[in-house]
């Protein structure tokens, strides 16, 4: 076997025409893959490297209208414990999307996810931003999963019988907007909830 140092490169193309790798990157946003070099015949694994995460890719042409989308959070209660990390989905939806079906039974239409997007704690009485969008240091940087985007609210940063809502700002091809949420208040309490 023959050994030469140096650096070694590999370059590929991602198709997002194969129907499996399109339904995960619209599903979750990203494809993680596990780069393995092996022998020509496949046989000998020299190395493996580091998981390479794809994400689709973004089409800045594009104009992006965001009258059609809307944005819908989950997982909030009226009503939580200053000691609680709730969970809380966001649902961005495109109504323009050329994936909706019409069909005669209810289906639950699973939305997009948004390569940058974040949330932010709003208090609805004095409409004072308590925990802001944080696009340097990510902080407030929305996750996604298979079941669509998400983040962890701990309500200890929160200040007890104040209400509060959750904003969301999307950032599409470099044209961002927020999203004011109109509805899902939650108060922060000692008091356990019902």
Known sequence: MNFSTGVYSASFTVPDTDSVLKEELIKS?????????????????????SSLTVHAAERANKVIDFKNYVVTTSGLQTLHRIDESVLVRVNVFDYSSPNIKLVKRP??????????????????ETNEIVIPFDETYCSSKLSSDYDGMYFTLDTTNLTKERSYAIDVMVNVGGTQKIFKSVSNAFKISDTQPV
């Not at 289906?107 to 609805?124: F, H, M, P, T």
């Open 29 to 49: 946003g990203s494809v993680i893959f596990t780069p393995i070099w092996t022998s020509l015949d496949n046989s000998v694994a020299y190395f493996t490297g």
């Open 107 to 124: 289906i639950e239409l699973s939305g997009i996810v948004v390569r940058k997007a974040y949330y932010q704690v709003r208090d609805i």
